[in-house]
């Protein structure tokens, strides 16, 4: 836990906004995970899973473009090996299984 609040607050955002996202994602990757979980609800686990990899792609995006004067540090676990342009590459492929998702839970329920 040290690890991530150390890696959130190292951010290129103000201290502020750096310890509402260390709070504030984790509870919302928990919530996408209950979502998905349970049948009624699922659709709307796919959606907000889609948004949170939606703005984490777009911040890798930033990222490349220079946008921030910084590269924040890299991510660490799983996929710490993976430079940024890796790491865009990752997220576009997991977007597109997300909408892929979307569409054939959509299929399925029709």
Sequence with gaps: ???????????????TVNN????????????????????????????????LMTLFTGYVLVVLLGLFGRIPCSCG???ELLGWKEH??????FLAISIAA?????????
């Design 20 to 51: 509402f996202l260390a709070h504030a994602l984790p509870l919302a990757e928990i919530i996408a995970v209950i979502l998905l979980v349970i049948n009624t609800t699922r659709l709307l686990g796919l959606y907000l899973s889609l948004l």
């Design 77 to 79: 676990g799983v996929i």
């Design 1 to 15: 836990m040290e690890a991530h609040l150390y890696a959130m607050r190292n951010q290129p955002f103000s201290r």
């Design 88 to 93: 865009l590459v990752f997220n576009i492929f």
């Design 102 to 110: 979307i569409r054939l839970h959509k299929y399925i329920h029709a």
